[in-house]
């Protein structure tokens, strides 16, 4: 049988990759199995709980629907990369940890993910919209309360250094 490979040029978690990956390599086993990136988890593998979600030039994306070749010239960040070891948690991550949004921690990588990804897109995210942007994300232990208040602890945060730097000007 011939084996193929495709070359794959992509950003990930800030840094160049260059790739070769089989055509029939999906992105969640390019990045657990070939470059141990073990945050982003393996849930259904039919794109239907977000373990697996990962940010696609700033989109949130289930990594098991997505093949890696589909990456190419792309920016792919992974739980990896929202906060790398030198620079602490995230905000958002924080607020998780101190409004109690986990609890066994497997899905908390691709709420981060999703949650991330709308806090850039709207910085103070309606309860609605914050429901909306975790629809693909599953949580079997402690529902979603937490993530929504931390949602709104961080969004307060950001309206204060706004409301703050709008009274300085």
């Not at 086993?29 to 039919?46: A, H, W």
């Amino acid at each position: 049988m011939l084996e193929t490979t495709i070359g794959l040029q992509c950003i990930l978690n800030g840094d160049p990759l260059s790739y070769a990956v089989s055509p029939t390599r999906r992105l969640l086993d390019l990045l657990r199995e070939d470059l141990r990136l073990t945050g982003t988890k393996i849930g259904c593998e039919v794109g239907r709980c977000g373990a697996c979600m990962v940010l696609v030039d700033g989109h949130p994306v289930n990594a098991c629907l997505l093949m890696a070749y589909q990456c190419q010239g792309r920016t792919i960040e992974t739980i990896e990369g929202v906060s790398p070891p030198a620079s602490g948690l995230h905000p958002i991550q924080k607020a998780i940890v101190e409004e109690g949004g986990l609890q066994c921690g497997y899905c908390t990588p691709g709420m981060v993910i999703s949650l991330k990804a709308l806090l850039e897109r709207q910085p103070c995210p309606t309860r609605e919209e914050t429901e909306e942007a975790l629809c693909g994300n599953l949580c079997r232990c402690t529902g979603y309360e937490g993530l929504l208040r931390a949602v709104a602890k961080v969004s307060t945060q950001d309206s204060d250094v706004s409301d703050n730097q709008q009274e300085a000007e």
